[in-house]
């Protein structure tokens, strides 16, 4: 009895004590962290920089910036009455890659016709950006920058590391 009560005498005293706060044994993410963001930080401004100076160069397209940071301009624009596309609607579109010097980097036909149910179907997000923004018909000019393209890892081909790029989007009826 007398054992008994020592024993749980000793385990009420032992957890009565006080825990201590584990702190983190790397501190190198928080430094890798920051430094990250601040890398993405001037990779946007370098790509909006550049974007900004293209935009400049083609003087005989009217660009206008978006929200999201990217601008566009209009080469054939439709009607205001028509229907912007909303969530499930259907679209087919051509397009044109370029990078920021007017340099085809894929043509139309290389990159055919595209059909799409706008934002349920896996698409470049440039490209989902581009389509929310067109109406039937249009033909719009856009620049991207690197990270709404291939980011940091290119296509392997023909686009670089974080190359901001210029899209010619072509939206076409539907038959």
Same mark, same amino acid.
Not at 51 to 56: E, G, L, T, V
Not at 102 to 106: D, F, Q
């Given at each position: 009895?007398? +054992?008994? !009560?020592i024993v749980v005498l000793l385990l009420s005293h032992s957890s009565c004590t006080e825990n201590k706060a584990r702190?983190?044994? &790397?501190? &190198?993410?928080? %430094?890798?962290?920051s430094s990250s963001a601040e890398r993405n930080k001037m990779l946007l401004a370098r790509d909006q920089a550049l974007?900004?100076?293209?935009?400049?160069r083609?003087? *005989?397209l009217n660009f206008m910036t978006t929200e999201a940071g990217f601008l566009f301009a209009y080469i054939k624009e439709a009607p205001k009455t028509l229907a912007l596309p909303q969530k499930g609607t259907r679209v087919r579109f051509q397009y044109q890659i370029e990078d920021l010097e &007017? $340099?085809?980097?894929?043509s139309k036909s290389e990159l055919g016709t595209?059909? $799409?149910?706008?934002?349920?179907e896996d698409l470049l997000p440039?490209?989902?950006?581009? %389509?929310?923004?067109?109406?039937?018909?249009?033909?719009?000019? +856009? !620049? +991207?920058? *690197?990270?709404?393209?291939? /980011?940091?890892? /290119?296509? /392997?081909?023909? %686009? /670089?590391? &974080?190359?901001?790029?210029?899209?010619?989007v072509e939206r076409l009826p539907i038959n």
């Open positions: 009895m007398r +054992f008994a !009560l702190y983190p044994l &790397n501190k &190198n993410k928080e %430094i890798f962290l974007i900004k100076k293209a935009a400049q083609d003087a *005989s &007017n $340099y085809l980097l894929y595209v059909e $799409y149910a706008v934002d349920q440039a490209l989902r950006e581009a %389509i929310r923004m067109m109406r039937p018909e249009e033909v719009v000019v +856009f !620049l +991207f920058p *690197s990270y709404l393209c291939y /980011g940091y890892q /290119g296509d /392997g081909e023909k %686009i /670089g590391v &974080n190359q901001p790029l210029r899209f010619t």
